[in-house]
């Protein structure tokens, strides 16, 4: 398996462009998360998916949108850049074990976008 | 807004010795996970412990967790240079899908 795979690993943005960042996953995994981490700082949620056609809204997705039509992709897409959007991006992907005692979502993380947008 | 904080921000130790990192979230959590960041790469899930769970062990990995103070501690014994990361723990909190809410990490340097 790939695992989570994401494209372009760089990115340079001109303010107003728009673009999407590519996020694939090939271990049938439901859930799907977009976060960001700028510097100095824990990863922030911007979007995720529980499943093909359902999204929602994580801590910061003002000037993101997403879609998740298949199981494997979830892009996501800046409409207008800002610089305030510089960062580096990370997808991630789960699935539940339900273990005895509870729950376990571990989840798998790719190796990143860094976007610059000037 | 951050729902864990974590302690130290930075931590310099010599091979061999065990490291220790804290960290404390706000809510009530379904479960604490840890993971592990090297530079410039994505994260790697290291342990995960559940909130009916006090003590797990994996490996030189020991974490604990105490929800009276909604705390949680890594603790890496004998630790190399190969460790050196930033580490960073995340809370699922309890009634969410499976959102992580992540800390503000600790930078672990371990030197030869």
């Known amino acids: 398996n790939a695992g989570v795979t994401q494209t372009p690993k760089f990115q340079v943005l001109k303010t107003g462009q728009s673009m999407t960042l590519q996020c694939a996953q090939d271990m049938n995994h439901e859930y799907m998360s977009w976060y960001r981490q700028d510097p100095g700082m824990g990863l922030r949620l911007i979007h995720y998916s529980v499943g093909a056609g359902i999204t929602d809204q994580g801590e910061v997705p003002n000037g993101y949108n997403v879609s998740r039509s298949t199981t494997e992709d979830f892009p996501l897409r800046l409409l207008s850049a800002a610089p305030s959007q510089t960062s580096v991006y990370f997808c991630?992907?789960?699935?539940?074990?339900?273990?005895?005692?509870?729950?376990?979502?571990?989840?798998?993380f790719g190796p990143g976008t860094r976007l610059t947008v000037l | 807004s951050q729902q864990g904080e974590e302690d130290p921000q930075a931590l310099s130790i010599q091979e061999g010795e065990n490291a220790t990192m804290n960290c404390s979230y706000k809510?009530?959590?379904?479960?604490l996970q840890w993971y592990r960041q090297n530079s410039g790469r994505g994260l790697v899930h290291l342990i995960l412990i559940r909130s009916n769970e006090r003590e797990k062990h994996s490996g030189r990995l020991r974490v604990t967790l105490d929800t009276s103070k909604k705390s949680s501690s890594l603790l890496i014994t004998a630790s190399r240079a190969a460790d050196t990361a930033s580490y960073f723990c995340a809370t699922v909190m309890s009634g969410s899908a499976r959102q992580l809410t992540f800390g503000s990490g600790t930078q672990l340097t371990v030197l030869p």
């Open positions: 809510t009530s959590i379904n479960n």
């Open positions: 991630a992907s789960s699935y539940t074990r339900h273990a005895r005692g509870g729950r376990t979502d571990t989840q798998y």
